[in-house]
């Protein structure tokens, strides 16, 4: 009668739980209704503040997302993720007003991460999108990526850098662009530009980014004068000279736009530097006034 005696102790005890179960505060003895429900599958949507080893992609596929933390190795930045606007069937395309508003908005939040203009410094700032199939999925974003360059000329390659940009154009930092040893080409202009310690000899210095109008990009020689009027303006702020019909006869001016493909897809900020034809410098001639940059008589 032992084990006859146990199967029913056991069978009264599982019972007494259940009836637990049942009491106030405790379940229902549904065991199928209490769960939290789990969200909606939806498309993947990376993340920002995070940094990326491989090169900077245009579209970006949740197979080949791999973030990792800035202070590890890295080539690329993500600094800010937005949302497209509108139900289009495909991704936006180079030049349409979806991506060109992408780029404006990445513009205005690297500048925001960074401390100052992106420009300012040896950087490139890119925005990627989904892949066909995770536009397609109902993804929507857009991604703004920043990446270190040896130079901002155009044998531009990218860096593998460690530490996050948030902040590093906040104070003086050794990705700033300044003082320049100009290199001539064959004819009379620049072309390349060299950084150096503005205490080394050189005869250019970077004075600003300007933003061009929105307008096609520039092909004859006429549609470049609007360039050189708003680099002089800079050269002439940042140097504490009039902007006026003599600025021409103190410095000439090296511009540097864009290439067409980022101008179609809304990048209008101009790299505007001084440049002294006829004698070098030792010295930065931020803020240097007249002294600093005499009108030239020959």
Known sequence: MRRPMRVMIAALA?????????APGGLDGDLTDDWVALPAAGPFTPEAGVCQVADF???????????????LPHRVETV??????????????TGS?????AFAECDTRAAGYLGDDWRAGRLRLAVAL??????????????????ELTTVEAAATVVTRTGSLRDALKGPSPLRLGCQRAKSGRGAGVQVLVPVECSAVHEAEFVGAWKAPD????????????LYAGCRTLLGRYVGVPDDADLRFRSGVVVRPPGPGRWRVGDRGVRCYLWLSDRT??????GGGPAALPVRTK
């Open 281 to 286: 410098v030792t010295a930065s001639l931020k």
């Open 130 to 147: 989904p892949t066909g199939p995770g536009w397609a999925a109902g993804a929507r974003w857009f991604r703004c990526d920043l990446s």
């Open 97 to 101: 007003p979806e991506l060109r508003g």
């Open 80 to 93: 800010h993720v937005g949302t497209m606007p509108g139900e289009r069937a495909t991704a936006p395309p």
């Open 215 to 226: 307008r096609p990009y520039p092909a004859k020689d006429v549609d470049w004068l609007p």
């Open 57 to 71: 992609t245009d579209t970006v596929a949740l197979a080949a997302y791999a973030p990792v933390d800035c202070a």
């Open 14 to 22: 599982v019972g007494a739980v259940l009836a637990g179960c049942g």
